[in-house]
């Protein structure tokens, strides 16, 4: 079976349309009208919707993990051997869906990644995760160049890499090569009896090695998690690396790879008795995501908030997991109000550093 896949540009509206008469719900980037400057977002594809290959302003992040899920639903029920007592019975959310997500780029295939590592290769593994992520088909698109603000390639990702994809497309003259990188990509394309494109795969190689040339060499940040780690308490450093912060949280929120999130219990309006329990996206830039009930808070100063933001990212997940909790993507540099650039706050670490090891030599 071949793991090269050709369609011809005119032939690609049939590829979600052949995906979804499979019986799967084919999530598309769409440029959505809806304000004066149109948004790029992700949308359930249907007959005739126009799609985009142009990057999402957001992440696919929330396939997996949404920005607000019920967990599970709760009822009180009197206790039938003691009256006095309530039993709690609980029923769980199904939320088995098969999605392709089509189209996104390769830094979000890597962010699905980088959730894998905590929510399913830790001590416990996330049930609620996990199911979501077992129904996901990724297929990528490579990227033809780089831009200003996406950095993929200083951080272990390319504008072609595989990492996180089930399959890779790849935009040729006339058409896309579909490169099959797992199992999965592999047995959707069988599905497909998308045509033989083993001839192809030489172009699209060359337009992948010129999407590499394209990149601005990447500094070498090898030496972050050690500098991050011995400029941890250099509160001068973090206050100037944070002043023009305003906590908005916009860098977390629309991040691929982050995944602080919050539990709580919501009563059903009208039923005393019964209640679910969600599980929302959270922001640690916010000064109440480590506020703790007696008031006292470990992170109640912007620097702290941004240094454990940096250094979770580049020190402590690395340091846990072998790789950057960061997949380059450049959203959160294109989307801070006062411009800060998580970029040049490693740069800048990295020669704090190198500052205070010659001072101490
Ligand atoms: S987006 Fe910018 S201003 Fe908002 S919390 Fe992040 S770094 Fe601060
Ligand atoms: S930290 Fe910024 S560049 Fe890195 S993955 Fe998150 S949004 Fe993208």
Redesign the pocket.
């Known amino acids: 079976m071949s793991k090269i896949r050709y369609v011809a540009k005119k032939d690609l509206a049939n590829v979600p349309l052949s995906i979804s008469q499979l019986g799967l719900t084919v999530l598309v980037p769409v440029i959505s009208p809806a304000t004066a400057k149109p948004s790029i977002i992700y949308e359930p594809w249907e007959k005739e919707k126009e799609f985009t290959f142009a990057k999402a302003f957001v ?1 696919p992040k929330s396939t997996v993990f949404p920005e607000c899920e019920t967990l599970f639903e709760y009822k009180k029920r009197p206790s039938p051997v003691a009256p006095d007592e309530n039993w709690i019975q609980l029923s769980e959310k199904d939320e088995r869906r098969d999605t392709v997500i089509f189209g996104c780029r390769p ?1 979000d295939a ?2 699905f990644d ?1 959730l894998d590592k905590p929510f399913t290769q830790g001590l416990f593994k996330d049930p609620y995760y996990a199911e979501k992520r077992d129904h996901i088909i990724v297929i990528a698109r490579t990227c033809n160049t780089g831009c200003e ?3 993929c390639h200083w ?1 272990g990702g390319g504008p072609t890499s595989p990492i996180g994809s089930d399959i890779l497309i790849t935009e040729l003259e006339d058409g896309f090569v579909f490169q099959a990188i797992t199992e999965k990509g592999q047995d959707l394309l069988t599905r497909l009896s998308m045509p033989d494109g083993t001839d192809k795969f030489p172009e699209a190689e060359e337009i992948r090695k010129k999407a590499w040339k394209s990149l601005v060499p990447a500094p070498d940040i090898s030496g972050a998690l050690e500098s991050l780690k011995n400029i941890f308490t250099d509160d001068d450093f973090w206050v100037s690396q944070t002043d023009r912060c305003i906590s908005c949280g916009a ?2 929120y ?5 995944y602080c999130f919050n539990i709580t219990d919501e009563g059903v309006p009208g039923s005393p008795k019964g209640g679910r329990r969600l599980r929302s996206w959270d922001n640690c830039m916010s000064s109440r995501y480590t506020r703790e009930a007696s008031g006292h808070n470990p992170r109640a100063k912007k620097f702290q908030r941004m240094r454990n ?1 940096v250094s979770h ?1 580049f020190w402590t997940f690395p340091e846990n997991w072998g790789s ?10 294109t ?1 801070c109000p006062v411009h800060l650039d ?2 040049a706050i490693v740069l800048a670490a990295i020669e704090e550093y190198r500052k205070k090891k010659g001072a101490d030599s």
């Open positions: 992440s830094c890597r962010g980088a603000t996406c950095f951080v860098c977390t629309i991040c691929p790879t982050c933001r990212k950057y909790l960061c997949s380059g993507c450049g959203r959160c540099i989307n998580i970029r």
